[in-house]
């Protein structure tokens, strides 16, 4: 990848990580680059409407939300989804998101949640430890999912992650036993979470149905056991209309 291009990238991660606007002498020190070569690339992303100048420094521009919603389009997400999504944020209170695999990729690509999420919409990199991501990886083929672990690791999250491949498979088993994957403090402290598969059919009707999306919520781990059964057959209902 041309340096530029490099460079252009990192700052628009750089900003995006960003708790607020962040100033150019800021980027190029975090990214420790030339101050000129940052206000050159700042110049051609926000011409291009992917970052925003303020008076404060720095911001994502308006162009990133189309972005998503154009990777959402592609994936095949339509407004049921957000609706669905929408709906069980307001009824549970809890953080619901959905997820996919594709590309050997798993990934949180919509989501309704509270500003103080201990999730967020993104690329998993730790998918044996969540229940979207376990909920997907049971699905796989078993040759998929043994290439997707090992171009990764089962680095632990808390205390409570799973951490070795024959312990993995043992709950991916009782996932795809039992349809639904659940996981307590093993992704966050003090939070608890429960996924379900979402059958898509990608041929249209009348072509076999797989397991590559999931819906997930999120609760403290205090209200999951009171909101654990409503939850889950809350989530089935959503699951079985979007199917």
Not at 4 to 19: E, H, K, Y
Not at 99 to 107: Q, V
Not at 173 to 201: F, H, L, Q, T
Not at 202 to 216: H, Y
Request: some cysteine.
């Amino acid at each position: 990848m041309p340096q530029s291009v490099d460079r252009a990238l990192d700052l628009l991660d750089a900003v995006a990580g960003a708790a607020g606007p962040v100033t150019a002498k800021a980027l190029a020190r975090q990214l420790d680059c030339g101050l000129s070569t940052v206000y050159d690339l700042l110049g051609t992303l926000t011409e291009r409407g992917h970052l925003a100048r303020t008076a404060a420094g720095y911001t994502l521009g308006y162009r990133v939300p189309a972005l998503h919603h154009a990777f959402q389009r592609q994936l095949r997400i339509d407004e049921r989804v957000h609706e669905a999504l929408v709906r069980l944020r307001r009824s549970s209170g809890a953080d619901v998101f959905f997820s996919t695999y594709r590309d050997g990729e798993i990934a949180v690509v919509d989501g309704a949640a509270g500003p103080g999420s201990a999730f967020s919409v993104g690329q998993d990199t730790a998918a044996h430890a969540t229940a979207h991501g376990r909920a997907l990886l049971a699905a796989l083929p078993a040759a998929a999912r043994r290439r997707y672990l090992a171009a990764g690791d089962l680095r632990a999250r808390t205390a409570r992650t799973i951490t070795t491949p024959e312990r993995l498979e043992r709950e991916l088993r009782r996932v795809r036993r039992d349809g639904i994957a659940v996981e307590k403090e093993e992704a966050a402290s003090g939070m608890a979470c429960v996924a379900i598969p979402v059958p898509v059919r990608p041929g249209g009707p009348g072509t076999p149905a797989t397991a590559l999306t999931a819906v997930s919520a999120a609760l403290p781990l205090e209200d999951f056991a009171r909101l654990r059964a409503p939850l889950t057959e809350a989530l089935r209902r959503e699951v079985a209309a979007l199917a």
